[in-house]
């Protein structure tokens, strides 16, 4: 069965501090990859997806970057943290091309920005 | 553009009474729609999706939604909820992209299921 991982469970940053949010899937290949961002009383937004390795697409501009080094890890990364990156970062993941995959999420990041 | 709307930021019932989460959607495209539960501090789960065919989709814990294209709705419903029914529930729709689909979720309706 596929089982997908997130780490770690909750960080706690300084303004303009460096981060990297890591994502892995097991028991599954070339599936497609997604970070979201939870912030309260917004629901979820998209950052970034990405369908194999090297491959990312941005939805919103921002100060978040995403990379794919290998085929079932996702990883997010800032250079310099703001306290509007706060939030509860999900990682997803999905197989096939139709639109109609259901989506898996990982258990989530809580990064606060202080 | 696709977009959903959930009216009811929270909605509080009692243990075995029914309840509906609203969602509405607009869509220029065919749809595809789902429904997530979210309990504190974890990741999303899928109770159902709804993608053709009937109407009426039936998913876990015996929740059940049915799609109304002329009304755009997709509500979430069960005739009698429990306590461990407590959680944060997520209407999305799906845009294709050629290589992968992008949820668009509502902003959320926290059940709080009392005693």
């Known amino acids: 069965s596929q089982t997908i991982h997130q780490w770690p469970a909750t960080l706690v940053q300084p303004v303009g501090s460096p981060l990297s949010l890591e994502c892995t899937v097991e028991?599954?290949?070339?599936?497609?990859l997604y970070w979201y961002r939870q912030a309260a009383g917004r629901g979820l937004q998209l950052l970034f997806y990405?369908?194999?390795?090297?491959?990312i697409s941005s939805e919103v501009p921002q100060n978040l970057s995403a990379s794919r080094p290998q085929d079932r890890q996702f990883i997010l990364s800032s250079k310099k943290l703001l306290l509007s990156d706060s939030g509860f970062y999900l990682c997803?993941?999905?197989?096939?091309?139709?639109?109609?995959?259901?989506?898996?999420f990982g258990p989530g990041t809580r990064l606060l920005v202080l | 553009a696709q977009s959903v709307t959930q009216l009811d930021s929270q909605v509080p019932v009692f243990e075995e009474a029914p309840v509906e989460l609203r969602c509405n959607y607009s869509s220029s495209v065919s749809v595809y729609l789902f429904w997530y539960v979210q309990y504190p501090n974890q990741g999303l789960q899928l109770l159902l999706k709804?993608?053709?065919?009937?109407?009426l989709v039936k998913g876990i814990n015996g929740f059940e939604a049915e799609f109304n294209k002329s009304q755009t709705s997709f509500h979430l419903r069960k005739p009698s909820v429990h306590i461990s029914d407590t959680a944060e529930y997520f209407c999305?729709?799906?845009?294709?992209?050629?290589?992968?689909?992008?949820?668009?979720f509502g902003t959320g309706t926290q059940l709080k299921v009392e005693l």
């Open positions: 990405s369908v194999g390795i090297g491959q």
């Open positions: 997803a993941w999905s197989l096939g091309s139709r639109g109609q995959e259901t989506q898996y």
């Open positions: 999305a729709v799906s845009r294709f992209t050629g290589g992968g689909n992008k949820l668009t």
């Open positions: 028991g599954t290949s070339n599936p497609n």
């Open positions: 709804y993608l053709s065919g009937s109407t």
